[in-house]
């Protein structure tokens, strides 16, 4: 049995970070670009911008599983080159900036690749230098004084189409996995190397053969996994692990045969459970495999998720609408039709234009976006429609919590202001005779 909702309770109280911890996270790394734009030091001269990376930008990060355990964060300092600098001297310069504050000089400390500021008992955010030569993108490496391509705004981006393949459950299921990892115990792998393996086994193809392939969390984890396990199997050897954004560089070095092996096992363990647990008809039983798997605490009742969803009762109307409500208009996605929006930061005095799905999603407040329809395949002609969902305490006690959904103005664009902080969506619907056959959504987180 899949217990949808118990997924739902058990990612929201076991799995996610939580957004006090999540919010305090963001403060954090707004402070620390604040300190080194506005500094006197040689960054500052050089700051282009701060970007989420890893799972940071990727919202796979997960609360911390043992008691002693901590999260971390990475983001990348977009500086310009200088010359007269070789690949060891940005970090050097960055933990010399660090290292003259009061605040941060005894929080700080100089790894390979970046400066990491330690919050005692919380969690780490490493700074890595970034910089662009000759318009290709650079990390720095301090001990072998070398610059390494790399192209994790590329990579995020990767991440974010084939979430939007999955019905946003990949981010989940890495969560589930990285959270099994840690519960567990029973294998090692690098988060980044995880979430490879697992992005790269979403194939918009089988939506082809199977429309609800991806259609909720239990099961996206089962046939990923399940695909997953097919692809170690036929691979007894540690195959090359490539970065998807970036196919020269590969994650190897960051793992060995032992280790994959023993993944390679445990990965067919636990798919076999998974399987087991999902096609149980017998409630009692099937969660007590699906138990076998994430443990007791899986069982617990989805009352967090009830309250989540209902936390807007009493403080703010519930605005939100659906086309087949609204518009009389049905909800048959064809998988060989796509539809894409790309948000993108509109200038403003101090700030560069950026897109928002190569950051993370992330952006502040008081900036304005502009979405656009910047791929589609859908037979003309069509109508395209939008919705605006916002989440999140400030939203509600605004009673902004939108969700209507308006027809489009014939540009394919929509501009809105980022006015409340939390996650929220974009959503944009293409209509072929009186019926949508396609979507995309798109996250919009305000920090």
């Known amino acids: 049995m899949k217990f949808i909702k118990r997924f739902n309770a058990f990612l929201d109280t076991h799995v996610n970070l939580n957004q006090a911890r999540i919010d305090q996270l963001d403060d954090h790394v707004g402070a620390i670009g604040t300190f080194l734009e506005t500094g006197d030091q040689d960054i500052a001269d050089r700051f282009v911008q701060l970007i989420p990376q890893g799972s940071y930008a990727q919202r796979t990060i997960i609360r911390p599983v043992g008691p002693y355990d901590e999260f971390d964060a990475?983001?990348?300092?977009?500086?310009?080159?200088?010359?007269?600098?070789?690949?060891?001297?940005?970090?050097?310069?960055?933990?010399?900036?660090?290292?003259?504050?009061?605040?941060?000089?005894?929080?700080?400390?100089?790894?390979?690749?970046?400066?990491?500021?330690?919050?005692?008992?919380?969690?780490?955010?490493?700074?890595?230098?970034?910089?662009?030569?000759?318009?290709?993108?650079?990390?720095?490496?301090?001990?072998?004084?070398?610059?390494?391509?790399?192209?994790?705004?590329?990579?995020?981006?990767?991440?974010?189409?084939?979430?939007?393949?999955?019905?946003?459950?990949?981010?989940?299921?890495?969560?589930?996995?990285?959270?099994?990892?840690?519960?567990?115990?029973?294998?090692?792998?690098?988060?980044?190397?995880?979430?490879?393996?697992?992005?790269?086994?979403?194939?918009?193809?089988?939506?082809?053969?199977?429309?609800?392939?991806?259609?909720?969390?239990?099961?996206?984890?089962?046939?990923?996994?399940?695909?997953?396990?097919?692809?170690?199997?036929?691979?007894?050897?540690?195959?090359?692990?490539?970065?998807?954004?970036?196919?020269?560089?590969?994650?190897?070095?960051?793992?060995?045969?032992?280790?994959?092996?023993?993944?390679?096992?445990?990965?067919?363990?636990?798919?076999?459970?998974?399987?087991?647990?999902?096609?149980?008809?017998?409630?009692?039983?099937?969660?007590?495999?699906?138990?076998?798997?994430?443990?007791e605490e899986f069982g617990e009742k989805p009352v967090a998720t009830a309250a989540m969803e209902s936390a807007h009762v009493g403080r703010a109307r519930d605005t939100e609408e659906f086309l087949e409500e609204k518009y009389g208009i049905p909800m048959r996605l064809n998988p060989a039709y796509k539809l894409r929006i790309d948000g993108r930061i509109t200038p403003r005095n101090g700030f560069r234009t950026y897109s928002l799905r190569r950051h993370g999603n992330k952006v502040e407040k008081h900036r304005n976006i502009t979405f656009r329809i910047s791929l589609s395949i859908v037979p003309a002609p069509y109508d395209v429609y939008w919705k605006v969902r916002n989440f999140g305490d400030e939203a509600i006690e605004a009673d902004c919590i939108r969700g209507q959904i308006v027809p489009d103005g014939g540009h394919h664009t929509k501009v809105e202001p980022t006015l409340f902080r939390g996650k929220h969506y974009v959503e944009c619907y293409a209509v072929v005779n009186g019926i949508c056959v396609a979507m995309d959504r798109h996250t919009v987180i305000i920090v």
């Open 74 to 295: 990475d983001v990348l300092l977009e500086v310009e080159e200088d010359p007269t600098w070789e690949a060891s001297d940005y970090v050097q310069n960055l933990y010399t900036s660090f290292r003259t504050s009061s605040r941060y000089r005894d929080m700080v400390d100089r790894k390979t690749h970046c400066v990491t500021v330690d919050y005692a008992n919380e969690f780490h955010i490493d700074v890595v230098p970034y910089v662009k030569r000759h318009d290709e993108p650079y990390i720095t490496n301090r001990k072998e004084n070398q610059f390494e391509l790399t192209n994790p705004e590329g990579f995020n981006v990767w991440l974010d189409d084939q979430n939007g393949i999955a019905r946003g459950n990949l981010i989940k299921v890495i969560r589930l996995l990285k959270y099994l990892r840690d519960y567990k115990n029973t294998f090692s792998v690098k988060s980044v190397i995880l979430t490879i393996l697992l992005g790269e086994r979403v194939n918009v193809a089988k939506l082809f053969t199977d429309a609800e392939h991806y259609r909720d969390l239990p099961t996206t984890l089962k046939n990923v996994i399940a695909a997953l396990n097919t692809y170690l199997q036929a691979n007894p050897i540690m195959p090359l692990i490539s970065d998807p954004s970036c196919p020269s560089e590969s994650f190897n070095h960051r793992w060995d045969q032992e280790e994959y092996a023993n993944f390679r096992d445990q990965i067919k363990y636990y798919s076999d459970k998974i399987e087991d647990a999902y096609h149980e008809s017998n409630q009692g039983l099937s969660l007590t495999k699906w138990q076998e798997v994430f443990g």
